[in-house]
């Protein structure tokens, strides 16, 4: 007798193995830092995380003019930031745009593709820029056709009006999917038939489709054909798919931007019966399936021709032959089918906008549960603008928005240069009478230079120095600061305005101390101004090159202060104070100091840039806190990392018993974790206390257990006044302090 053992080899229905290793212990990371600001394109107050230049040229493009200053143009800040940081030795970054409140995407017909309805009503199909902002003026919109031939037995109508089924020679179906449109020759009775694709079954080599319409000499007249038969022989069939290019076009040349291959006609997935899923609000020319909002970083899809495929058929009308595409002639402005050009919306400014309205006038006990309430506590969630995009971002530890010192412009445009004039013709002579004919010709006058336009010329003026209003920025700041206390494990990196001297930057940090909101004076317990630091004067970078010369940007400290303390971390801790190291890119500082103002900025904690042979450093690494225990920035990161590891111990205990051996072991994974800082120099002794003077019996009955840490943090030595005084003949007398 043989026996035989069935074993299953395959995977169950609805069961998804996903192997995968054990989540092990990751490093904590106060390297990581965050820039809000003004850029060429790129999704609006989303934290997108970046990790070199390269990076962040491919989502946030390049330079941005944003105003002008006497004909020069004035750029936004936030890529030079970005530069700068990732120039310094930082490795990781997020960075969320903001522009205008009416900043807009470009829009455009595309060509070739209209959506026809079993009524006979027709739409243009549009798309849109991928992201608001003028970042895509100059661009057009090609498509070109291309189809699969098929091998069909017969067109079969259902009793249903607008159902069919195509029987497929075998193997026909492969590479067709839901969505899809199909072009049949019926013969004689109908020069053809578009169809669309509801479902596939291979095995039976059938197409279910759930929408025709008749064409003639493709142009769709459902009412001027005569009715579909029952059931039709099929004379040729092919599936019809598109390519999708688009161009930016310039004076001199056209660039590919986006490239999109073998796309659908239709719609990808349609119920059965009901409203349609909230995941399919997009428009399926961009190859079927569920919306991939990340296929393409140039082109989106329009809301109303998303509805209009959601009832209709989008059908090839004069649409260009494969490899045609790239010799259809278009505007060298590449305004060809636009519809709406793109607007950044920023041709005046408001600070306001680098903070979430709902979340601006907060204190740092009301930001975060406000925070929860907009966004995870909320049946009608809603993202967080500005600054507060980074709130939920935890691996951010260090935040600047290089943009908000800005001075700021208005929506005066400066004039066009004037129109070239032709002279008058000169008065001609009277020559009525006898003249004396002279030796020397006459000079002919010297025509004026003419103006030659610039590409900034269109760009707001920047406002004087007179109309600069200091409050907005304040309000920013105040709100960064709100934010990054309430949290307790980000710091503020804030610099002053371009045009601000020793007085106004001093008037500044008074302000900013004095502000009820934060100051270390308002009742609040955490010193929110110790979460703050502040860096001056600007700097020089290169930007570019024109000719031999280098080109100079004055920018903010805020990008190569990150980077700088970003790679202190990495190479050494973050209990390591973060001044003293060169800095990288910096050419010249913006202001030249002398030795009483550094004395004066440097005992309102400013942390002066200073230049010595050969390098830039910063001279400190103070916080604007009031407390002495809290002025260095190194001890704050060191609280910071304390608290991060409480945080990640504490969660591993929440569910064990309350017992002698749980609390020892607290102690000594505390007490390992502590040791290990003294060994690494980032304290100088710990001590830990669990006893009962803080453990009672109340509180082990209810089942909390509270731990006590004191820590003496190391501080770095910044000054030390040595005194050399000659007493008498040979005699030298040394005093400290």
Known sequence: MTTSTLTFHGRLPGVDCDPALPVGDQPIRLDVAGFVGFAQKGPLDVAVPVEDASQYAAVFGGD???????????????????RSFFDNGGRRCYVVRVAGPDAIPGSWLVPGVQIWQANGTVTPAVVESAWPGSWSAGTSIETALSTQQLKVIAY?????????????????????????????????????????????????????????????????????????????????????????????????????????????????????????????????????????????????????????????????????????????????????????????????????????????????????????????????????????????????ALVAVPDAAQRGWSSVVAPPPPASVEPEPPTPLDWSDFRCCSDVAPTPPLPDPPVTPTAFDGLPLLDRLADFDETPLLDVQVALVTMCAARADQVALLSVPRHYDVPSALSW??????????SDTSGMGSAPLGYAGFWHPWASVVTGQVGNRSVLRDVPPDGTVAGLIAARELARG????????????????????????????????????????????????????????????????????LRKICLLLGSRYTFEVNNDRFRQLVRMR???????????????????????????????????????LQVAPTSPIEFITVTLVRTGQGLLEILEG
């Open 156 to 396: 079969v109508k259902r009793v249903a009006p607008s159902f069919g089924v195509l029987s497929l020679h075998h193997g026909q179906t492969t590479g067709i999917q839901s969505g899809d449109l199909i072009r049949l020759d019926l013969g004689p009775l109908l020069p053809g038939l578009y169809v669309r694709v509801r479902s596939v079954d291979a095995s039976t080599a059938t197409v279910l489709t759930d929408l025709e319409l008749p064409y003639l000499l493709d142009v769709p007249a459902p009412s001027s054909l005569p009715a579909i038969p029952p059931s039709s022989a099929v004379a040729a069939a092919a599936v019809l798919r598109f390519d999708l290019l688009a161009r930016q076009h310039t004076s001199t040349d056209a660039r590919l931007l986006d490239r999109q291959d073998d796309l659908a006609f239709g719609a990808s997935v349609l119920p059965q019966a009901g409203p349609r899923p909230a995941w399919y609000d997009v428009l399926q020319l961009t190859g079927g399936g569920r919306p991939d909002q990340s296929r393409s970083m140039t082109l989106r899809q329009d809301a109303a021709t998303m509805e209009a495929l959601a009832t209709g058929m989008a059908v090839p009308i004069g649409m260009a032959q494969p490899g045609s595409a790239a010799d259809i002639e278009v505007d060298p402005s590449g305004n060809v089918g636009l519809l709406q050009a793109g607007d950044d919306d920023l041709g005046w400014f408001d600070p306001a906008w680098f903070v979430d309205p709902a979340l601006a006038t907060d204190t740092i006990f009301s930001v975060v549960g406000h925070a929860d309430q907009l966004t995870v506590l909320s049946h009608d969630p809603v993202a967080l603008k500005g600054i507060h995009a980074l709130m939920y971002v935890d691996e951010v």
């Open 64 to 82: 941005l003019p944003l105003a002008q200053d006497g004909g020069a143009p004035v750029y936004a800040q936030l890529p030079t930031a970005v």
């Open 574 to 641: 973050a209990w390591i104070a973060p001044a003293g190291t060169p800095a990288q890119g910096l050419v010249r500082l913006a202001d030249t100091l002398t030795d009483a103002e550094e004395v004066q900025l440097f005992n309102a904690h400013a942390n002066l840039l200073v230049h010595k042979p050969g390098t830039f450093s910063a001279l400190s690494a103070h916080t604007l806190a009031g407390d002495p225990a809290m002025l260095q920035i190194s001890v704050r990161r060191l609280l910071i990392l």
């Open 509 to 518: 940090r008074a302000r900013i101390s004095a502000d009820g909101r934060i």
């Open 670 to 708: 505390f007490d390992r974790i502590l040791a290990a800082l003294v060994d690494r120099g980032a304290l100088h002794a710990f001590r830990m206390v669990t006893d009962g003077s803080v453990n009672t019996a109340e509180d082990q009955d209810a089942g909390r257990f509270i731990v006590v």
